[in-house]
């Protein structure tokens, strides 16, 4: 039986580039929440042709994307692409940009584990190789680790539950965003998609933890938060991230925070150096980011590192603990993320990752 012709709304992507969104950086004007959303359905959907979908992605660039946009894309994908699957914790939800690292250690793993170990639970999430950069993330420290990241989301959430760190897969729980990888490769430069992939939340966390490289961005995704009608969050942190990560930039470092019913997104600032940070980006750079972030991972995890590297896993711990609310302070993360790893606790938690 032949399946019947989906039927969308009056705004094909041509016309949206015509008479909306196509003019130019100055002079371009923002959808609504309607036209957004129906531009996204169809692109789901694989109705426009690949030079539309690709002059829309661009102009989209080109003119910025507002909140209320974000917010109509990522509450389409919520409904028409991504499989939630919830654990019985209430994770920390780890929105680091798919695409990835490529020059620095990716501690988000380490972190993660060490919060888990100290009662935080914590979700990440990524694809393989997501364009533009197709860089190491989560995926590929935890394949060079020996932790299964081919998942189910429901084999997520369970492992979320079993280890209190869970990884969820992009192409299991997000498949119409997998669906357009072909099409975001021949770009050649970031899309929205890149930005809203990120606020996929397949555990259903009530915290979003993220990062940015600029604070306007920072406050845009708060709002974006706001303004989402599947985005049920209470919290939203978001801290100034090395190669725009969720790994905390060494130094002056901007954090914003947003939380549910209030109008305003706080900013505050943070000298990394006055929790046990003083050094410089550089420091924690590697060559090979995906091997040298496991065996920095194992290393810290195991107690045998007491150096720039164990000192950035710690704080990141610590600012998940934090964004939970499971600690009162920063300094109180920090002394909590380092008793967990003398104690072995965190080291305890890889090996039930390997064996999950």
Known sequence: MAQATREYGEWPLKRLMTEVVGSG?????????????????RILGGEPDPTTLGAFWLANRWKRNNPEELAAYTDVMREESVVTAEPDADPVDCGANYDGKGRSAIFGVAAGVVAA??????????????????????????????????????????????????????????????????????????????????????????????????????????????????????????????????????????????????????????????FGMDFEGEDLGVDDVAAESAAITEAVLAGERDDQFADAVALNAAFRMYARDDVDSLDDGLELARETIASGDAAAVLEDLRAF
């Open 117 to 274: 170990a100290a009662g935080t639970p914590v979700v990440a999430h990524s694809g393989d190789r997501v364009p533009t950069q197709k860089q190491d993330a989560y995926k590929h420290v935890l394949d060079e680790l020996g932790v299964r990241t081919e998942l189910s989301p429901e084999e997520s959430a369970d492992m979320v539950d079993e280890t209190g760190f869970g990884f969820y897969y992009q192409p299991a729980f997000n498949p119409g965003i997998d669906e357009l990888f072909d099409r975001r490769d021949q770009m050649g430069v970031r899309t929205f998609v890149n930005t809203v992939e990120t606020f996929a939340n397949p555990a259903n966390a009530d915290v979003h933890l993220g990062s940015f490289y600029h604070l306007a961005f920072a406050k845009k995704t708060c709002n974006t938060f706001a303004a989402s009608e599947e985005l049920d969050v209470d919290k939203v942190v978001m801290f100034q991230g090395m190669e725009g990560y969720d790994d905390i930039r060494p130094g002056y470092t901007k954090v914003a925070e947003w939380h549910d019913g209030d109008d305003a997104v706080d900013d505050y600032e943070i000298e990394t150096a006055e």
């Open 25 to 41: 950086h100055k002079s371009a004007a923002d959808m609504d929440r309607g036209q957004a959303r129906e531009a996204f359905q």
